[in-house]
């Protein structure tokens, strides 16, 4: 044996050829997870194979669990890179410091282990590359980190005492096809399981069932390597394997995970299957799963876990999967490589649609024009159709996967042809997919990531220009909507599109979960945290969960938007002279299903608080069907309250999750106006106007009632969020670096003008950044009813602005003590212009630190939407128009500052912003800018603010 097999391009030797898998059978097992001995060296032949020979001594050595990486158990560390290679490009050739991990385990045979039979040894992951020995003998090697590997070792068991020893090198040649956007983590990461092998066991077998939604019939049929018979005793089938035949059973949708149990039984074993009839195809251009087509409302998974990397238990991939369908997610991209097969066993229970994607990404290639790309050097193919079919014969008995992914960010070549040719042949019943080759010559859908709208809308006409043959095929969005950080903004926009045309099928939220590794010092850690010379930062966390798997605002605005029932008003108005009252249009936006699980509720609220509530009766609506339903006459006769209808669509099996939801204006907001009257008087060094004072020189306001209010002023900072710091696709200008260059964050407040009036205190003011000419002309004018006090805000630019404002406001710190929010506007959790569908009108109560959304890296966050009042800290203030809210206890610029959220300590005021306006989000840290009506153009504005002191809940 060489011992540069690490180094050359072949996928391994030794190994078994791939069969299906399934989770257990009759057949005896053994897991071999747990604690193993450990032994790390710097490069890969740092150490002999003595360790591999029976009786050697590991007792200095120290332990490590398994499944698990090494470097998040105190050896090594891990690297983060999105698409460079953390070593120099000389492919199959690594470099000479390889940490190489040693790990040795022993095992005794249970008692009752059979005497007769095969058995086998089973690896659901190494990365990169593994030698194996069993009892001093070696079984061979293997690359292909999450891909399954299997050595016959029956010869060689023993009853007791028997040595398993398994080297694991970082680097391999395997490490350029799997150059994804993540940690660089060796590790045995999966499980290592012994599987006895009876006498006349299965061999590999490929379940067929197929769906033919105009006979309502499944044809059913187990081609298997090994004789043997299929039952199916719901359906009262029992036939031969390779045999056919057809029942009338009901389809597998990831709506309706319809799963008929079965049994393979060959001469020697039992295993059970779990059977879902479904028929996929791309017809009339479109992508047609029993003869409907059907949207992907999707998202990009990663395995990800704070604690354990890539190596996940069943209650985290079930808590995943259970999650996705609580925000009405109906697809998954296993970006990108094959997940462990346990979780698709969960997609198919609980009913997920998969595209299924190879462990297979050179994307590092593109820093040198993808020169000498594996996927287009055909001694590399044979390690490609490795990969493809270790993918494919491992998952093709699962009816979640509806589509096969060659892999991700390859470039284009002859060995993803390949793969695709082998595909095809082996399972023509699935469609195929890749991103990175705009000709489709090897897919069946158009795929693409991060397309703008506006190119997404001429896609859907059909109207891009592309191959002809790419015009008839369907199109996906295999990866959109960049949720790193604060964002992703424009979900509703894409969605619009999506639902408008039927060749736009939807699309994959870039991405799951946030890949911030659990950390002492920085609660979590992202790319630098572990001193690596090259690295990507904080882009490794962009999901729509948190690290902990809390949703993000990000995930409550995807639900909000993909929900499955539509819910408008057709007349809400209270306009009864025609017509009869308000009336809600329902519309099914299942692809399947119609919606008989769920019940639907009214409410009717006033100013924000529930005043009547009641069932609304949704007839059976078949999908894409719709209903326009009166609403009953509200009991409440007042007049001058905002009134507004929500409507809600919760299940019906008693837990009243809720799936879907809108609210209807009924009668408008009034702002109350507040009369002038009283007179501003000097007091002294103070201007006493109504319940406040002001410092006489510099027009400062300094109380409100008993409350210190500092400086309050015009504001227009915030700290950048990872898409304010992105480079637009088309401009390539990225509003965080441009907005520094002006120096908004270090704005200069020049007091031009205090006036006193009769009825006003007016402070004229420039508010303008060193070293430039722009400006913002600003008056406060402050009046007061003699309980109430009033500020209107007057902004006016002058010279040429080019760029948009952060965001337009006022900012004033409040006494550290205070605590509790109320307000009565959109909630409960933060918005921004195009981030605002889950924002619900209503009254919200938070502490300041509830307030706060816990993005990886400190970021703008937090503003609550759409606000009419608010009270915190002793005041109330209420907006005309409606205002962003937004407090927390630590400056922008200390935000700003900040890179890790254990940086952010509350130090002196609460700092409040009202805003009367805020620059969108976009999805700019990977995409396009936000859209043009969610920009924040420096334009003349004014707003107004009414403040009164309140008693504070809060304070003691
Ligand atoms: C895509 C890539 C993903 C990820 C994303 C940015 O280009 O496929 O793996 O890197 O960009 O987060």
């Given at each position: 044996m060489s011992t540069t097999y690490h180094e050359d391009v072949s996928p391994g030797s030794g190994t078994l050829p791939p069969r299906a898998g399934y989770a257990r059978s009759d057949a005896m097992s053994l897991s071999l997870n747990g604690s193993w001995r450990f032994r790390l060296s710097p490069t890969a032949d740092g150490a002999d194979y003595s360790f591999a020979a029976p009786g050697y001594d590991s007792g200095a050595w120290d332990e490590v669990a398994v499944p698990g990486h090494w470097v998040l158990q105190g050896h090594g560390a891990p690297i983060y890179t999105n698409h460079l290679y953390p070593f120099p490009v000389d492919p199959p050739r690594v470099p000479t410091e390889n940490p190489t991990g040693d790990h040795l385990r022993t095992f005794d045979l249970p008692a009752r282990w059979p005497g007769s039979g095969e058995a086998v040894l089973r690896f659901d992951g190494v990365e990169s590359c593994a030698r194996v020995w069993l009892n001093g003998e070696e079984l061979g090697e293997f690359k292909g980190s999450r891909l399954p590997h299997e050595f016959a070792v029956g010869a060689l068991l023993r009853a007791e005492g028997n040595v398993l020893a398994v080297r694991v090198h970082q680097w391999s040649s395997g490490s350029y096809l799997e150059d994804q956007d993540q940690w660089w983590m060796p590790g045995i990461f999966r499980d290592v399981t012994l599987l006895h092998r009876p006498d006349g066991a299965a061999g590999d077998f490929f379940v067929h069932a197929a769906y033919d939604h105009r006979s309502g019939r499944g044809t059913l049929r187990v081609d298997s390597a090994v004789p043997g018979r299929v039952t199916v005793p719901e359906l009262g089938l029992d036939?031969?394997?390779?045999?056919?035949?057809?029942?009338?059973?009901?389809?597998?949708?990831?709506?309706?995970?319809?799963?008929?149990?079965?049994?393979?039984?060959?001469?020697?074993?039992?295993?059970?299957?779990?059977?879902?009839?479904?028929?996929?195809?791309?017809?009339?251009?479109?992508?047609?799963?029993?003869?409907?087509?059907?949207?992907?409302?999707?998202?990009?998974?990663?395995?990800?876990?704070?604690?354990?990397?890539?190596?996940?238990?069943?209650?985290?991939?079930?808590?995943?999967?259970?999650?996705?369908?609580?925000?009405?997610?109906?697809?998954?991209?296993?970006?990108?490589?094959?997940?462990?097969?346990?979780?698709?066993?969960?997609?198919?229970?609980?009913?997920?649609?998969?595209?299924?994607?190879?462990?297979?990404?050179?994307?590092?290639?593109?820093?040198?024009?993808?020169?000498?790309?594996?996927?287009?050097?055909?001694?590399?193919?044979?390690?490609?159709?490795?990969?493809?079919?270790r993918m494919v014969e491992r998952d093709k008995n699962h009816p979640s996967v509806v589509v096969w992914s060659l892999g991700n960010e390859c470039g284009t070549g002859r060995g993803l042809t390949a793969m695709a040719d082998w595909i095809r042949g082996r399972d023509p019943e699935r469609l195929i997919h890749y991103e990175g080759d705009l000709s489709c010559a090897d897919t069946d859908m158009y795929s693409r990531m991060y397309a703008s709208h506006a190119e997404v809308a001429a896609i859907g006409r059909r109207e891009d220009d592309g191959p002809p043959e790419r015009l008839q095929l369907p199109f996906v969005l295999c990866e959109y909507a960049h949720a790193m950080g604060n964002g992703p903004g424009g979900l509703s926009e894409y969605q619009q599109l999506?639902?408008?045309?039927?060749?736009?099928?939807?699309?994959?939220?870039?991405?799951?979960?946030?890949?911030?590794?659990?950390?002492?010092?920085?609660?979590?850690?992202?790319?630098?945290?572990?001193?690596?010379?090259?690295?990507?930062?904080?882009?490794?966390?962009?999901?729509?969960?948190?690290?902990?798997?809390?949703?993000?605002?990000?995930?409550?605005?995807?639900?909000?938007?993909?929900?499955?029932?539509?819910?408008?008003?057709?007349?809400?108005?209270?306009?009864?002279?025609?017509?009869?009252?308000?009336?809600?249009?329902?519309?099914?936006?299942?692809?399947?299903?119609?919606?008989?699980?769920?019940?639907?509720?009214?409410?009717?609220?006033?100013?924000?608080?529930?005043?009547?509530?009641?069932?609304?009766d949704v007839p059976v609506l078949a999908p894409g069907e719709r209903a326009d339903?009166?609403?009953?006459?509200?009991?409440?006769?007042?007049?001058?309250?905002?009134?507004?209808?929500?409507?809600?669509?919760?299940?019906?099996?008693?837990?009243?999750?809720?799936?879907?939801?809108?609210?209807?204006?009924?009668?408008?907001?009034?702002?109350?106006?507040?009369?002038?009257?009283?007179?501003?008087?000097?007091?002294?060094?103070?201007?006493?106007?109504g319940p406040a004072s002001f410092d006489a020189r510099t027009g400062e306001l300094r109380t409100i009632g008993p409350v210190d209010i500092r400086q309050l002023r015009l504001d227009v900072w915030r700290a950048p969020t990872d898409n304010d710091n992105g480079a637009d696709w088309q401009s390539g200008v990225r509003y965080g670096q441009r907005w520094r260059e002006l120096g908004l964050h270090r704005m200069q407040h020049r007091l031009d003008a205090v006036e006193l009036s009769d009825d006003a205190l007016t402070v004229r003011t420039r508010v303008a950044p060193a070293a430039q000419d722009i400006a913002l002309v600003t008056a406060y004018r402050w009046t007061s009813d003699g309980a109430r006090l009033r500020l209107t805000v007057s902004v006016a630019p002058e010279g040429e602005w080019t760029a948009p404002l952060p965001r337009l406001g006022i900012r004033f710190g409040l006494p550290a003590g205070a605590d509790s929010v109320s307000w009565f506007g959109g909630g409960p959790g933060e918005a921004y212009p195009d981030t605002r569908s889950a924002s619900r009108l209503g009254?919200?109560?938070?502490?300041?630190?509830?307030?706060?959304?816990?993005?990886?890296?400190?970021?703008?966050?937090?503003?609550?939407?759409?606000?009419?009042?608010?009270?915190?800290?002793?005041?109330?203030?209420?907006?005309?128009?409606?205002?962003?809210?937004?407090?927390?206890?630590?400056?922008?610029?200390?935000?700003?500052?900040?890179?890790?959220?254990?940086?952010?300590r509350p130090a002196g005021p609460v700092w409040v912003n009202l805003d009367h306006a805020q620059q969108g989000i976009g999805s700019q840290s990977c995409g396009p800018r936000p859209l043009d009506q969610h920009q924040l153009a420096a334009e003349p504005a004014e707003f107004t603010f009414t403040f009164a002191p309140v008693p504070d809940p809060g304070a003691e």
């Open positions: 036939l031969a394997a390779g045999d056919e035949a057809v029942v009338e059973a009901d389809p597998w949708t990831a709506e309706t995970p319809r799963l008929y149990d079965g049994e393979l039984a060959t001469a020697g074993e039992r295993i059970p299957l779990r059977i879902g009839f479904r028929t996929v195809l791309v017809e009339d251009g479109v992508i047609k799963v029993n003869g409907r087509r059907i949207l992907f409302r999707g998202v990009n998974r990663h395995e990800f876990h704070p604690e354990t990397g890539r190596t996940l238990d069943l209650e985290t991939m079930r808590a995943d999967v259970v999650l996705m369908k609580q925000h009405n997610i109906n697809a998954v991209r296993t970006s990108h490589y094959p997940p462990h097969p346990a979780f698709l066993d969960l997609c198919d229970e609980l009913g997920l649609w998969v595209v299924d994607e190879c462990d297979l990404e050179t994307h590092g290639f593109t820093e040198q024009d993808w020169r000498a790309n594996p996927v287009d050097d055909e001694r590399w193919t044979p390690a490609l159709l490795d990969r493809a079919a999506f639902e408008a045309h039927a060749r736009n099928q939807g699309g994959f939220v870039w991405e799951w979960i946030d890949h911030g590794l659990a950390h002492p010092e920085f609660g979590y850690a992202y790319g630098g945290d572990f001193g690596e010379e090259l690295h990507d930062g904080n882009f490794v966390c962009d999901g729509l969960l948190f690290p902990d798997r809390t949703p993000s605002p990000g995930l409550v605005e995807y639900k909000k938007v993909i929900q499955p029932v539509g819910i408008e008003g057709v007349r809400t108005d209270g306009d009864r002279t025609e017509g009869g009252g308000a009336a809600v249009r329902i519309t099914n936006k299942y692809d399947f299903t119609d919606l008989s699980h769920l019940t639907f509720e009214w409410s009717f609220d006033v100013d924000g608080e529930t005043a009547e509530t009641g069932v609304l339903l009166e609403l009953p006459a509200p009991a409440y006769a007042g007049r001058n309250a905002e009134t507004r209808w929500t409507v809600r669509a919760l299940l019906a099996d008693g837990t009243r999750h809720e799936v879907a939801w809108a609210q209807l204006p009924a009668a408008p907001r009034q702002s109350p106006p507040v009369a002038p009257g009283s007179r501003p008087r000097r007091d002294g060094q103070s201007v006493v106007l009254r919200w109560h938070s502490s300041v630190d509830g307030l706060q959304t816990p993005y990886v890296r400190p970021q703008e966050n937090g503003a609550r939407a759409d606000v009419r009042w608010a009270e915190v800290g002793g005041v109330r203030v209420e907006g005309d128009p409606e205002f962003w809210f937004t407090a927390r206890r630590w400056t922008s610029e200390q935000l700003d500052a900040a890179e890790h959220r254990t940086d952010l």
